[in-house]
């Protein structure tokens, strides 16, 4: 009997599959808030806070959970700023105080980018 070796297209297809079924993946929160973060490493001297704190999402049985630092809304801004709009304006600072918010929303704060 001959082995056969499965194709790159097929262990692709197998990943997605998992990645599907299992739940696994970024959410879109989470996505945006990821190339926001990536913007504001970019533009703002001395950001400092770390990927896996800033836009991850975390949820467990009978906690609120807890959401990326930026909403959807303030991810997009700060992804259509300028990095000169991202200083002068004061959304890096203000971003680089933020922490996760709770998912049941009891965190109220002015909004980092308009």
Do not use: N
């Not at 989470?30 to 533009?43: D, S």
């Not at 930026?70 to 801004?77: A, G, M, R």
């Amino acid at each position: 009997m001959s082995r056969r070796i499965p194709t790159l297209a097929t262990l692709v297809a197998g990943a997605v599959v998992a990645l599907a079924t299992c739940g696994a993946g970024l959410r879109k929160d989470e996505f945006l808030c990821e190339e926001a973060h990536a913007k504001l490493k970019e533009c703002c001297p001395g950001f400092t806070t770390t990927d896996l704190d800033y836009c991850t999402y975390e949820a467990g049985c009978g906690d609120p959970g807890k959401s990326p630092a930026l909403t959807e809304d303030e991810s997009q801004c700060v992804r259509a700023s300028t990095c000169d709009r991202l200083k002068l304006d004061g959304i890096c600072a203000k971003a680089e105080a933020l922490v996760h918010r709770t998912s049941a929303g009891t965190l109220t704060r002015d909004p980092v980018c308009r």
